[in-house]
Structure formats: structure tokens, C-alpha cells
């Protein structure tokens, strides 16, 4: 069995959303949690050869022995991410969208989000024309990453130091979905709604294989 644990915090002003709105004012303005911050992070594994027909003889030692099981998974925190005016309001960077932030007047983080309301869109408003405003970059933490896969193993000797591999694969067991970050652009139809999974999920995945070593 092997477990691990990852803490750590990324910190830039570059990468906080905002794009940079006041250069000489960037290391106050959008020094922030970085976009590739993952606080969180567990990874664990468990190989185990089950202790089945030892002691067994002919064909039930066949049946029952050389079993091995395998469990894989992984659980971090999401990446952080910025609420962005849809169109430029600060006039930074006249006529481009997404391009800076708007004012934030309430608490962001819901205790129950959900798929529909990630965080609370009423948290956030549109500054007055010409400001800056008050939002922080990268404050947001999208959802969670997790999968869990899992293997089961039968081996069979055979002769002149040959064997035999069958395998049983099962790649994310409990086919959890793996959302990236919400819309985030301020005024959108589905803003802070979850529209998207992250780039390398996949669903429930069987796979069946066999292997000879020799």
C-alpha cells in the first residue's frame, strides 16, 4: 500500500485573471492564488495478493489460487479561478471580452453548490465605467478532481517458467464526473453554471486482457 499527501499554494500576477489591467500596478493588483494552484492533493494505491488456495491441490488450487486485486485513486482540490466582466467596463483594454474584473459585493463560496450555482453569482456586480474593480483574481476554486480505478488479477503457471496473466480492468469505478471550472463571464446566460469536464475525463471504462510471461 502506498498514500501521499500534497500541500501546496502557487502564487503569481499573472495568471489571476484581469490580464494585466494596470502593468505597473501588477504585483498589487493581480498578485493572487495562481491558476495552476492545487492545494489539495491525496494519491493512494493498494495491491494485495488475496491469501486464497495456499494450501489447495489440483483443480481447486488452480480455481482458487494467484488472485491479486488493485486499487488506484487520486482526490485534489480544483483549480482557482476569476469572475470576468463580459465586456471591458474598466476600459484597460478596450473592446475585448473577459478582459477584467468586476466589483464583488457579497460572500462568493455557497455551502451547497450545486451544478446549476457553483457560487454565488448575486456576489458579484458590474463596476461603474472607467474603474477598476474590486474582485480579487483567482479567489474561486472550481470542483474537485477525484477518480478511483480498480483491477483484479489471475495468474497461471504453466511450464518451463511460463505464466499466464488474465486481467479485469475498471477505469473510474464509480463513473464520478470530473467538472472543470464554471462560466465565469459575468452576465452570461449560464454563468456560474458547470459546462464542462476536464480535459481528460472519461466515463466508466472495462477492459478485459490477457498477458503471457515467459
Known amino acids: 500500500m502506498n498514500a501521499n499527501y500534497t500541500w501546496a499554494h502557487a502564487l503569481d500576477n499573472v495568471s ?20 495552476i494552484d492545487v492545494r489539495h492533493r491525496i494519491a493512494a494505491t493498494v495491491f494485495y495478493n488475496l491469501p486464497f488456495g495456499q494450501r489447495s491441490q489440483g483443480l481447486k488450487r488452480i480455481v482458487t489460487q494467484g488472485w491479486q486485486m ?11 479561478f476569476t469572475v470576468l466582466n463580459a465586456m471591458d467596463i474598466s476600459n484597460t483594454n478596450p473592446g475585448a471580452s473577459g478582459a477584467d474584473r468586476p466589483d464583488q459585493i457579497g460572500k462568493a463560496r455557497l455551502n451547497h453548490p450545486s451544478v446549476y450555482e457553483f457560487f454565488n453569482i448575486g456576489a458579484f456586480a458590474a463596476q461603474a465605467p472607467g474603474t477598476l474593480g474590486s474582485e480579487r483574481g483567482n479567489q474561486i476554486y472550481g470542483p474537485p478532481v477525484r477518480h478511483l480505478d480498480s483491477s483484479l488479477f489471475k ?20 463513473n464520478t464526473s470530473s467538472f472543470a471550472a464554471p462560466n465565469a463571464i459575468l452576465g452570461c446566460a449560464n454563468f456560474g453554471q458547470l459546462t464542462q469536464l476536464t480535459g481528460g475525463y472519461s466515463p466508466r471504462e472495462i477492459q478485459f486482457a490477457a498477458r503471457i510471461s515467459f
Do not use: K
Not at 488493485?70 to 482557482?80: K, M, V
Open 70 to 80: 488493485n486499487l488506484a485513486g487520486a482526490w485534489s482540490t480544483g483549480f482557482p
Open 16 to 35: 489571476t485573471g484581469g490580464f494585466g489591467t494596470v502593468p505597473s500596478e501588477s504585483s498589487t493588483l493581480d498578485y493572487g492564488n495562481s491558476s
Open 155 to 174: 495468474s497461471f503457471a504453466l511450464p518451463r517458467e511460463t505464466s499466464l496473466q488474465i486481467r479485469a480492468e475498471v477505469f473510474n469505478l464509480t
